[in-house]
DNA sequence: ACGGAATTAGGAATAATTCCTATCTAGGAG
DNA sequence: CTCCTAGATAGGAATTATTCCTAATTCCGT
């Protein structure tokens, strides 16, 4: 799915399309590209600003909440002090490994679904909106340097 | 595992016994019992001062992560605007089930452990240290409510 | 082009978490 | 039991994320 379709729909879910939304979005299309990084209200503020340096983090916080409720966009906790966003496009459903040291996340294409079907068998008046399954440790990278830093301070 | 046990434990590993941290350590436990519970540091601290009036956030901030690198405590993210914690014993592991509105949690006793295992396959290299799986949604009693407050804003 | 409801900027307020540093203390050594 | 010191704490300030408030602006149906 691409921008255009994007704004196609909301305008027709009632959405008001301002250049400040329209600029929320293509800062979250942009955080698609390459290797998926969820982005944080400041660093999607940072892009926006680029183009429209007035914009008011209220302003970005506010449009996320929006497109959350319609489904748009999902929220995410890397455990590193802030929510991060991005794009909930259909048929690109995914969780996340995440690096505690680096910060970075790896896609991945698995869901517990199984689980979330028990889920709902154990708590069938329960209205379930959605479910985070996030992988925590440390990515190779990470590891080898502080491997490193180990080595250099054991030496001296 | 109870109280005495843990601090055993604690002992053994050098960690030093502050009766704040103890504090902190029976607070957790607490929150063990009846419906599970994990509690913000605001809680926890809360509680602790209710017996030692001067402890700082930041003491009960330092324990957590004291208590967290050891594997005693777990973090979980309940999207309501704070980390909460709770106690992670031996064979207690287990998920939950988070009202986006209340935001009290049921405990899940299931687990994606068959995701875990595709994960490491997936990036060997990965050292993984923790995991989440949480679902968000609303519970029946908060259904209800909201049920009952759409009803009167069509009566008026 | 016009009007009204929705949206925004800007700045202040709030809340969570961490930092700083002088002081204190748990627990091992003697 | 007392002493010593590495590690822990209090207290308050600083930082960061997020939300609130209100007057001014703007999208979009008519």
């Known amino acids: 799915m691409l921008l ?32 998926c ?16 340096p007035g914009v008011s983090p209220d302003t970005v916080y506010r449009t996320l909440g929006t497109f959350k409720k319609l ?15 991005e794009l909930a496009l259909q048929g690109g ?15 991945l294409p698995f869901c517990p679904a199984d689980c979330l079907v028990r889920v709902q068998e154990y708590c069938p ?5 959605d479910h985070a399954f996030t992988v925590f440790g440390y990515c190779p990278k990470c590891r080898e340097e502080s491997r490193d830093v180990f080595r250099e301070t054991v030496e001296v």
Chains 1, 2 share one sequence.
């Open 125 to 129: 008046d329960f209205e379930i909106e």
């Open 93 to 107: 459903h995914h969780h996340h490994l995440v690096c505690l040291r680096c910060g970075r996340s790896r896609e």
């Open 4 to 35: 255009q379709d994007v704004l196609k729909e909301l305008r027709k879910a009632g959405i008001r399309l301002t250049p400040q939304r329209q600029e929320v979005l293509q800062a979250l299309f942009d955080g698609l590209q390459g290797e």
């Open 71 to 85: 489904g748009l966009v999902r929220e995410v906790n890397f455990r590193d002090g802030c929510r991060r966003f």
């Open 37 to 52: 990084q969820p982005q944080s209200a400041e660093e999607i503020l940072q892009v926006v600003r680029k183009r429209y």
